[in-house]
């Protein structure tokens, strides 16, 4: 099977940013050119999109409707990939076209190399029961079944041996926190419960990717957010690749590394929080955060500069006064002073280098220059920025300088968050 009117659609305008520096690894799941058109004759439905025309005006002239329209993205192994976007923005579709189980108009789906458009049934059955899970909504757990045998019925499906399938389901149950309720219907657990099994019976085929379709948004506040955190904490200890489906922007700035904000069919940005929050495509994209505290999603990792003439490597020992011409020279007001591995040491500045003289730099070390985290928040930068003179330094989780964030930036973001 080959999908149709792959050039009909004009490419979107989508904003991509540059993807930051993770440990993330290669691209497994490509998306291009996506298109669903529901009704009939989407050849001229797709004309009019080519031609410019909006999807509300597409639906008075052809009664078709643009569910998804020309979308293309890339979800990286091990991330968690957000789509968000109001009712009826097309998230929900664009998720059953990347399985299959809506068939699209045109464009490409490509998981792990391979197109899933010209595979047969069988073929995409095995890649729905081998290589992408998915977690509904509604749960969508066997009454009739205990939660063991919930778990283990996709194994089943694909021929496992019972004794196998079992043992598999026995220990994703309990990656789930669930270990003691495999003799349960599913009519015997709260909602949040319910979910975790529906999580566990996709784990436990081991899929490439995992799709989750508003998978908590019927879930009570509190449990909802335990949710969040158990997917988090999976997903760190496993590297799960998760496409999760979302309309609420806290739950998508909470789990997603990248987000992808989708409006009448279109995908109109992707980036990670920090930058879907400083960098806005449109202002349809800046309401998303309107009532949100971003202070606590922006990190000092997005807000980083390199210290570049400012650093100084040398080992404490070293005489001061070798260092103060080299700070002098590089025009910075302070330095920070590095070891030969990057191990961060200690700041100093002309001043406290001149009056340390032939004494060792250790002598120079200014006592009132806090350091921060990779992920120390808007709000943590803020009151460090308000107690000390000079520019903050931060360390990654081996001690080593990764750069600086300005006091200036600090206080300049923290003025637009109260303006906005």
């Known amino acids: 099977m080959a ?53 509300n005006e597409v639906l008075e002239q052809t009664g078709n409707m643009v569910a998804v329209n020309n979308v293309s993205l890339s979800v990286r192994a ?12 097309g998230k929900s579709t664009l998720v059953r076209l990347l399985n299959r189980l809506i068939e699209p108009t045109s464009g490409q789906v490509i998981l792990e190399g391979r197109d899933i458009a010209p595979m047969s049934t069988l073929e995409l059955r095995e890649v729905r029961r081998k290589k992408m899970a998915m977690v509904f909504q509604s749960f969508a757990l066997l009454p009739n079944r205990t939660v063991l045998d919930n778990i283990a019925y996709g194994l089943e499906v694909a021929g496992i041996p019972k004794a196998e399938r079992y043992e598999v389901a026995r220990k994703v ?61 999976l997903q760190k200890e496993e590297q799960r690749t998760i496409v999760f489906i979302s309309h609420d922007i806290e739950e998508a700035i909470k789990i997603g590394g990248r987000i992808g904000i989708m409006k009448d069919g279109s995908l109109i940005q992707v980036g990670t929080p920090a930058e879907l929050i400083q960098s806005p495509a449109d202002d349809y994209v800046r309401d998303f955060f309107r009532n949100v505290d971003i202070s606590r999603f922006l990190k ?18 070293s005489p001061a006064s070798s260092q103060l011409n080299r700070l002098i020279d590089s025009g910075a007001e302070c330095g920070y002073v590095c070891d030969d591995t990057g191990r961060y040491l200690g700041c100093v500045t002309p001043a406290s280098l001149h009056q340390a003289g032939d004494a060792a730099v250790a002598e120079a070390l200014l006592a009132d220059v806090r350091t921060v985290t990779l992920d120390a928040d808007l709000n943590q930068l803020a009151a460090i920025a308000l107690e000390q003179e000079h520019d903050v330094p931060v360390l990654d989780g081996s001690g080593k300088l990764a750069g600086v964030v300005s006091c200036r930036n600090i206080l300049k973001q923290v003025m637009e968050r109260r303006q906005s």
């Open 3 to 55: 999908y149709t009117l792959k050039e009909a659609v004009a490419p979107g305008a989508v904003t991509q940013l540059a993807p930051p520096q993770s440990t993330y690894g290669s691209d497994i799941l490509t998306v291009k050119n996506l298109s669903k058109i529901f009704g009939p004759k989407p050849e001229r439905a797709a004309a009019l999109l080519k031609q410019g025309m909006g999807r």
């Open 78 to 89: 091990g991330e968690i990939f957000v789509i968000m976007g109001l009712s009826g923005s």
């Open 173 to 233: 149950l309990v990656r789930v926190g669930l270990g003691s309720y495999e003799k349960f219907l599913p009519s015997e657990l709260s909602g949040g419960m319910q979910q975790r099994v529906g999580l566990a019976r996709a784990l436990a085929v081991n899929p490439s990717v995992l799709l989750m379709d508003e998978a908590f948004s019927a879930l009570d506040p509190l449990i909802r957010s335990e949710m969040q955190n158990e997917l988090l904490r």
């Open 300 to 317: 000092a990792s997005s807000m980083l500069s390199p210290a570049g003439r400012a650093l100084l490597n040398c080992t404490l020992a």
